[in-house]
């Protein structure tokens, strides 16, 4: 090795990281060699550590090998309608090791779940998203319906669905995206919901409870509950009852509920330590929105982990995520001062993409829960 070395070598202090002028690339049939511009060739090891490599996987959904009129490899990108030399699969590298060989997965508080998701084929998986018309939910819906899954945006709001639904589309064109209504301030909505899905005859490998208000004002749905705490969790609580038969026949599937870390500046239970129904849908009088929230919250876990409990000896697990403190979304557009403290917090935070890397993590053939 000390045959390889040159002068600007020691100037990098990671083992992986390569020195100035040197490239890293893949041949045809997925090994990797390193071009060294300075002195005009390549070699098969490493310039620093010296190991030999292979990527790992196939090619992210949507992209596609090529050979220029120089036999070398480049990378067309459909969905982004971009081409590259550098091969997307260089973050997942293995060793040439026949002994023993050890991936390399590159994630860090800036991976984001387009690239957590890379060389997933979703195409036979069904997914159901709430509130995937925008902000997280939309980002959600995105990343995986252009990784092939058959994904149905469940909203309110049938107009910005349909919207979220072609901005989907003009992405990749074939992706399998559909918007249904539901609305989870109704009861009513939400069983009409449940028997149009069922009507499909389709699997549902897992449902992702996103919808949420924040800093609503107080008020009574038609079934005669407190908005904020029907819509985060008694709506879903009633929709994820209606479809448990087609998870259970789909399994392996999961549950995701979106949940928060406020949930823990709440408290549900009355002197006497037993759960007080009159605290989750209170009067007007003793209405506080952020409260209602942080408690709306609280019963996403809980209901998380029984749900769990009952279901996980059936093939279909049930987990609870915190997406990020203080993230932009439109959540916080009921009230002014939220959304001035949001934006000022904006700078300082993850990305959309980033914040759903979690959920992209714990997919469904992984063996660990989100809390």
């Not at 939400?190 to 899905?197: K, L, P, R, T």
Request: proline share 4%; with cysteine.
């Amino acid at each position: 090795m000390a045959a390889l070395k040159y002068a600007g070598l020691e100037d990098t202090d990671s083992e992986e990281e390569l020195p100035p002028g040197w490239e890293e690339r893949t041949t045809k049939d997925g090994w990797v060699y390193y071009a060294n511009h300075l002195e005009e060739k390549t070699q098969w090891e490493h310039p620093k550590s010296g190991k030999r490599k292979r990527v790992a996987g196939d090619l992210p959904y949507g992209w596609e090998q090529e050979t220029d009129e120089n036999g070398q490899v480049y990378f067309v990108d459909h969905i982004n309608k971009r081409t590259t030399y550098l091969d997307p699969r260089l973050a997942f590298t293995v060793e040439d090791n026949p002994v023993k060989s050890t991936t390399r997965q590159r994630y860090d508080g800036n991976s984001t779940a387009m690239e957590i998701l890379q060389g997933r084929d979703l195409s036979e998986r069904v997914v159901i998203i709430t509130g995937a018309n925008s902000g997280l939910g939309f980002e959600t819906a995105k990343s995986l319906a252009l990784h092939g899954a058959y994904v149905i945006l469940a909203c309110r709001n049938m107009s910005r669905a349909n919207e979220a639904v072609q901005r989907i589309l003009e992405e990749w064109h074939k992706a399998k995206v559909e918007a249904m209504t539901l609305d989870l301030a109704s009861l009513h909505s939400v069983q009409h919901f449940a028997e149009a899905f069922k009507s499909k005859n389709v699997p549902l490998h897992m449902l992702i409870c996103n919808a949420a208000v924040f800093a609503a004002p107080w008020s009574l749905t038609e079934d005669d509950l407190e908005a904020t705490f029907q819509v985060n969790h008694l709506g879903h609580f009633y929709l994820v009852q209606l479809l448990e038969d087609i998870l259970r026949r789909s399994s392996p599937a999961r549950v995701v509920m979106v949940s928060s870390e406020s949930h823990r500046f709440s408290e549900i239970k009355n002197s006497s330590g037993k759960l007080d129904f009159s605290l989750l849908s209170p009067s007007k009088k003793e209405f506080w929105a952020m409260v209602a929230y942080n408690r709306s919250k609280l019963c996403n876990i809980l209901f998380s982990n029984e749900l769990n409990r009952h279901l996980a000896p059936h093939g279909v697990t049930s987990n609870a995520v915190h997406p990020g403190n203080m993230i932009y979304s439109s959540i916080h557009r009921n009230w002014w001062v939220y959304t001035l403290l949001f934006t000022l917090a904006r700078p300082f935070t993850k990305s959309m993409q980033q914040r759903i890397e979690d959920r992209a993590i714990c997919h469904w053939d992984c063996d660990f829960p989100y809390l």
